[in-house]
């Protein structure tokens, strides 16, 4: 501590330098105040305006960087013939871009008793590319002056605005320097809230309600992540509330480079470059995505557990959900879709296991009978099941082995060519639809070559055994066919008469 204070004692002759150094200590004092607890600005006000064809600073208030206050008690209007003369002075002509600043002004009156405090309005040339300039004729070292060591007296401009065009004043507000709090928290009186926040690379602002954390904001690699224990809702005034107002939207105004990694169960946007044909990336503007990420565990999980939903709670506190997606893309909409516009329907992948591709293959079927005529007439496309029952036991508790294969008896060949089989066992348990065939294609009047040998183990029960065999293919012009066949075999106990 290097301050000092005036010792005082009766009967003591105080000196002007002893009333002074009292001054000095207060006034010290109180901007060491302003300084350690806050950082220099505006903090309330100040901002200038056009009122009757006048520029006009609003009343308010100001800390510079030396820790002393600038006050404006009332609005304040410029004399347009003293505003031309401080342009001129700046060198400003043309209409050219000015800067508005508050300067502190000390003056002594006539009679030499009293100092007066004035903020006074002060014009420079626009310093162009900067926003905000610095403060003029300020050492860049006083910009973060140590308030603990004895404070300069010299002036310390505050940057108020900057007119763009000072003929028609055309006044731009961004850039203001505002006061700002200095510490780590802040503490309602009751303790039920406290506002924690932490300085450095990766800094933290955190709101904490009754004693629960509630918000929480920190950084890592560059990217601000907010969690939220709660609600988030989006909120306007009340509709009676006379001043206008707007509803603004949840939305990421730029977006950032594509995660290098996943970043499951966040959202975020970001521009993905338009691709071909081919799959490449074309000269076309790149896309803007807004991305929800959901967590996909792979084969470690079942990805269809993962799901985002969208919904509502009912009367009896019920979640309903309207739509719900899953991270191995499945979509369920629970209720009515309405489109406007056109739906197009992807192709159906051709997976024997999907009833739809069945259906389609069916239909196909029919319609492409009745065109073609002679030209489908079956015998075209058959399943041929072989059970080699010299190396099975048919008899309650052994098994039966057997083999597919696929027969196109017309002259066309086929394509895409598959073979499933459907067992119903003497229990009526069933195993399949499996896939045992899966060609590319078929030349006409040929037979494939044999599926690999099944083996199907047989209950402790007598009855029948069903073994079911669809071949379904395309012919040339895309017609989808299906054939089916059925192999049926009593299983008995041998034994028994």
């Given at each position: 501590m290097n301050t000092q204070r005036v010792h005082y004692r009766e009967g003591q002759r105080l000196r002007a330098a002893d009333l002074q150094a009292e001054q000095a200590y207060h006034a010290g004092a109180r901007r060491r105040h302003h300084l350690g607890g806050h950082t220099w600005g505006i903090v309330y006000g100040l901002a200038p305006a056009v009122a009757g064809g006048q520029l006009v600073v609003q009343p308010g208030l100001a800390v510079d960087g030396y820790g002393r206050e600038l006050l404006l008690a009332e609005a304040t209007a410029v004399d347009p013939a003293d505003l031309s003369a401080a342009l001129v002075d700046a060198g400003v002509s043309g209409g050219g871009p000015a800067d508005l600043w508050l300067v502190l002004a000390a003056t002594l009156d006539a009679a030499g008793r009293r100092w007066r405090d004035e903020a006074a309005l002060h014009v420079t040339a626009a310093a162009p590319g900067l926003a905000p300039p610095p403060p003029f004729d300020v050492p860049q070292a006083d910009l973060d002056v140590a308030f603990w060591q004895a404070l300069p007296e010299r002036p310390f401009p505050i940057f108020?605005?900057?007119?763009?065009?000072?003929?028609?004043?055309?006044?731009?507000?961004?850039?203001?320097?505002?006061?700002?709090?200095?510490?780590?928290?802040?503490?309602?009186?009751?303790?039920?809230?406290?506002?924690?926040?932490?300085?450095?690379?990766?800094?933290?602002?955190?709101?904490?309600?009754?004693?629960?954390?509630?918000?929480?904001?920190?950084?890592?690699?560059?990217?601000?992540?907010?969690?939220?224990?709660?609600?988030?809702?989006?909120?306007?005034?009340?509709?009676?509330?006379?001043?206008?107002?707007?509803?603004?939207?949840?939305?990421?105004?730029?977006?950032?480079?594509q995660p290098a990694a996943p970043r499951p169960w966040s959202l975020y946007r970001t521009e993905v470059p338009s691709l071909g044909p081919d799959g490449q990336p074309?000269?076309?503007?790149?896309?803007?995505?807004?991305?929800?990420?959901?967590?996909?565990?792979?084969?470690?999980?079942?990805?269809?557990?993962?799901?985002?939903?969208?919904?509502?709670?009912?009367?009896?506190?019920?979640?309903?959900?309207?739509?719900?997606m899953s991270a191995d893309g499945g979509l369920e909409v629970g209720g009515v879709v309405i489109i406007e516009g056109e739906a197009v329907e992807m192709p159906i992948p051709a997976d024997p296991s999907d009833p739809r591709f069945f259906e389609l293959m069916l239909g196909t079927f029919q319609n492409s009978l009745a065109a073609a005529g002679d030209r489908l007439a079956p015998p075209l496309l058959e399943p041929q099941i072989v059970v080699n029952l010299a190396d099975s036991d048919p008899k309650p508790g052994g098994a039966v082995k057997y083999?597919?294969?696929?027969?196109?008896?017309?002259?066309?060949?086929?394509?895409?060519?598959?073979?499933?089989?459907?067992?119903?066992?003497?229990?009526?348990?069933?195993?399949?639809?499996?896939?045992?065939?899966?060609?590319?294609?078929?030349?006409?009047?040929?037979?494939?070559?044999?599926?690999?040998?099944?083996?199907?183990?047989?209950?402790?029960?007598?009855?029948?055994?069903?073994?079911?065999?669809?071949?379904?293919?395309?012919?040339?012009?895309?017609?989808?066919?299906?054939?089916?066949?059925?192999?049926?075999?009593?299983?008995?106990?041998?034994?028994?008469?």
């Open positions: 108020l605005g900057r007119l763009t065009d000072t003929a028609a004043l055309a006044i731009d507000l961004a850039g203001r320097p505002y006061a700002a709090l200095v510490g780590e928290s802040v503490v309602t009186p009751d303790g039920g809230a406290r506002l924690q926040l932490a300085d450095g690379p990766r800094g933290r602002f955190t709101i904490d309600l009754l004693g629960r954390r509630a918000l929480h904001l920190s950084d890592m690699d560059g990217l601000t992540t907010a969690t939220v224990r709660g609600d988030v809702a989006l909120a306007v005034e009340p509709p009676d509330d006379p001043r206008p107002h707007t509803f603004d939207s949840l939305g990421y105004p730029q977006p950032m480079p074309t000269a076309d503007p790149p896309i803007a995505e807004l991305r929800l990420e959901l967590f996909n565990p792979g084969s470690e999980g079942n990805p269809a557990l993962q799901r985002l939903s969208i919904g509502f709670v009912d009367d009896k506190k019920i979640w309903r959900s309207c739509l719900s083999q597919v294969r696929a027969h196109n008896g017309a002259t066309q060949p086929v394509s895409m060519v598959s073979v499933t089989a459907l067992v119903v066992k003497p229990d009526k348990t069933s195993e399949g639809p499996t896939e045992l065939l899966n060609l590319t294609g078929l030349p006409g009047e040929t037979t494939s070559d044999p599926s690999d040998e099944q083996t199907i183990n047989l209950p402790n029960r007598e009855g029948s055994l069903l073994i079911t065999a669809t071949v379904t293919a395309f012919t040339a012009n895309f017609e989808a066919i299906t054939r089916s066949a059925t192999v049926e075999m009593s299983i008995r106990n041998p034994d028994v008469n």
